[in-house]
């Protein structure tokens, strides 16, 4: 039996009455025109103009000085970037998001041009609710993606820089599943940076000082919480590239009292865990090996990779019907030690849950793949290349259909080439990467990278928390937007063997995640608009597809 045909995605609810009373949908005004003379007496046709901005576009020959051309169009046009981007998604969400916010990130002092969001530095300790409030939107506010730029992608830490990080999530945000921009605030918390390189640079745009204390920075973060709350109520969170300790520290603290959740433990765990259930499905179908005998190996032990392990549990207890100590049994990570084992002295808080107590502390990736005898092999390590042929090789010796999955971003250090690893494994390899990596053809045959990128999930997850206007966001419901996503394939696409939906359809399937995300908060009792409990799944389908933002052009 298929896994869909177990997991069941949504309650299945009566028919209700119409709903001519629920109130209006958000009106999207279309964009004013300069008075007449103001502009070229040709100008008027907003398909040729499109036409223009695209080539515009195209014309860049560096991606950075397209991501630049792009943010510059934003400001200048709104609905015209958001119109280009949402019908060119598969072409465009590189440019504004992974990979190429790496760079951006990396030159954002270097090419700064205009304030865009908001930067809250340690500076403001005491007053930030004052700044919080200088924010010329406070009404309109429902979604900020929150940075302190420590640990952005696999860059290290980048303080102020990391702002683009923010601003390019909350593109995806509008994108994706139809945020209204005006409801976006994207925030760069400055307190401070390690980076050397930055501090002696006379073009950094942050603090030059080093990263305050962590009793320092949990006063800051409680003062900052409780304000943004008292700023703007109707705010979800959403914490982005925090260090790992601080990731799950502040996640921990904070989840239970305000509606937020961590994209790189929660999201990327979310959208690796559906496509593991389509990549696990495949392979046990070539193998005919039932679902509960895979095994997870894991390289890398920061917040992503852990979250990713958290999620992963889910695919043994809800799909192969294991214990969570069995499914726990599944699961194993390395880290620059070797397998990360119970008995390691000094061994850091977040790794001791899926620490080992029965394996030897073997440090050689190809010797643990022989110990472990992995189905899946999982990297977040952030090593370029460390998925090597002989690794890739011993993978396939062990599996018809080996699982691999490269997620670091950005491409620069994705611990496998898409190529690499078709060839080395004789096409046989189920894969999955962070960035986008093109087809590559082997055998006569075109084979297409999954790509496990967190925009198939947070967008939706975010509009559905906004519209069932959550008090918290729970493990469940990041749950249920993972389950949504991977029962999203199309037919067309489940023969091709893909393991995620195209990218052109993120908004169709942001639908689904977010209808599934309201009626899990239904369930967990946490959703503030009661009036959503009585639509029936078309409904409330309906009603949130009426809710989503277009470009007026």
Known sequence: MHWLNIV??????PSSPSYA???PLDSHPAPSRPAHGLEPPALGNPGVHYQRCLAQLRSKDKAIERNIYLQQLKHADEHMFYKLVVENMAELTPLIYTPTVGDACLQFSANYRRPEGMFISIKDKGKIGQVLRNW??????????????????????????????????????????????????????????NNTKFLEDPLYLGLRQKRVSDKEMDEFMD???????????????QFEDFSTDHAFHYLDRFRNQYPLFNDDIQGTGAVVLSGFLNAAQLSSEASGRPLSDHRILFLGSGSAGVGVGMQLMSFFTLVAGLSPEEARSRIYYIDSQGLITADRPGLAEHKKFFARTDCPPLKDLVDIIGYVKPTALLGLSTIKNAFTRDVIEAMTALNERPIVFPLSNPVALSECEFGDAVSWSGGRVIFASGSPFAPVTYGGQEHVAGQGNNMYVFPGLGLGAIL????????????????????????????????????ERIREISVGIAAGVVREAQKR?????????????????????????SPMI
């Open 136 to 193: 010329p939107r406070r009404e309109d506010a429902r979604i900020s993606v929150v940075t302190d730029g420590s640990r952005i992608l696999g860059l290290g830490d980048l303080g102020v820089n990391g702002m683009p990080i923010s601003i390019g999530k909350l593109s995806l945000y509008v994108a994706g599943a139809g945020i209204r921009p005006a409801s976006t605030l994207p925030i760069c918390l400055d307190l401070g940076t």
């Open 8 to 13: 069941h995605l949504a309650q299945r609810r």
């Open 525 to 549: 009792g946490v959703d503030g608009h009661k009036a959503l409990r009585a639509m029936s799944e078309p409904e409330l389908r309906t009603w949130v597809e009426g809710k989503m933002w």
């Open 223 to 237: 003062e900052f919480m409780r304000e943004m709350r008292a700023t703007f109520p109707k705010l979800l969170i």
């Open 468 to 503: 069932a206007r959550v008090s918290s966001i729970t493990d469940s419901m990041v749950e249920a937007a993972s389950l949504a996503l991977a029962h999203s394939l199309t037919p067309d696409e489940r023969a091709a063997g893909l393991i995620y939906p195209r990218l």
């Open 21 to 23: 009373n629920v109130p």
